[in-house]
């Protein structure tokens, strides 16, 4: 897949140049995600390789990149569903000028799964569902006082369980055995409507399970994980954001795909975001939802508000 990815990339891509100090850290990182998620790193190589790119400048790159994004993530088990069938919602908020960037991938693995991801580098990814009814995505905690440490990065997790597990629990318990290098909340979910919120950090893991309605923004709600987090930190946009979809989902007996892209594409009543902050303008540039089992998703290329959802099978 390295290669065939690389093939395609050859002459369009330099990844950007790396400290010795990122390097060595990129080494650590390395031999973790050998031992967590291995074939990640081969998958690399054979990139870098078909690419005719530096190979360790390639490992700087995926495997501590530097991306924390915002985001509203919610699942509803198919208890709760006008089909029966467990509902996946996702929007996806960061800086504006990289949703040109945004890919939708179908990766098909050997001896694995076949899954429809969501990204907009190399490798790894940010989210997606695959064939066995597993979906998952991750959400920054920029509020997170610690210290990057050596673990395996969030989009290569992410990318490493679609690719290989079939249910939350699996993904679950992989995630609270492994390492992480930064701060993320990961909204699990499956077809049998089994749904987890495992919050993580280089310190700790914890996980919540639902067997109904289960969303994460952009904070912890662990209270020991809460105690990771900047008292002084504004945490209005998340907290407005959750609590939105909370309200959305206590307002109604059962939920359909259309109320999901109504919550995810509204303002005021929904989620779709738009902003400046930093001084960098912000918020939703992609979105995609997903009746998990069904091999389909519906994705949205842009903000939902300005956007249709366009299905595409996988």
Known sequence: MGEQYGALMRGRFQPPPASEAKRRFADDCEALTRRYAPGVVEEIEGLSSAAGVDVGLMKCFVLTLGLEPGCTVFAVS????????????????????????????????EGGNTSLVFTDHFVGVYG?????GLAAAITAIPAYMGEPRPGVRMNVALRWMLDNLGTTEEAADWLSDTPH?????????????????????????????SDEFMATTNHYHDPEMKLLED????????????????????????????????????????????GVWDGVESGTIWSWIAPLGSRVAYVCNGAPCRGAYEEIAF
């Not at 997606?128 to 066995?132: F, K, L, P, W």
């Not at 089994?194 to 399970?209: D, I, K, M, N, W």
Request: charged share 25%; with cysteine; hydrophobic share 30%.
């Open 231 to 274: 008292p002084g930190f504004d945490y209005s946009n998340t907290h407005r954001r959750y609590s939105t979809v909370e309200r959305w989902y206590d307002g109604r007996d059962l939920v359909g795909l259309e109320d999901v892209k109504q919550v995810l594409s509204g303002h005021g009543d929904g989620v779709c975001d738009h």
């Open 181 to 209: 290098q930064w701060a993320h909340n990961y909204l699990l979910a499956d077809k049998g409507g089994g749904l987890a919120r495992v919050e993580t950090s280089p310190e700790s893991t914890r996980v919540q399970r």
């Open 78 to 109: 198919g208890a709760h569903t006008k089909d029966g069938v467990p509902i996946y919602g996702r929007n996806y908020d960061w800086d504006v000028s990289f949703q040109k960037f945004f890919t939708p991938m179908r990766v098909r693995l």
């Open 128 to 132: 997606g569902v695959n064939c066995e």
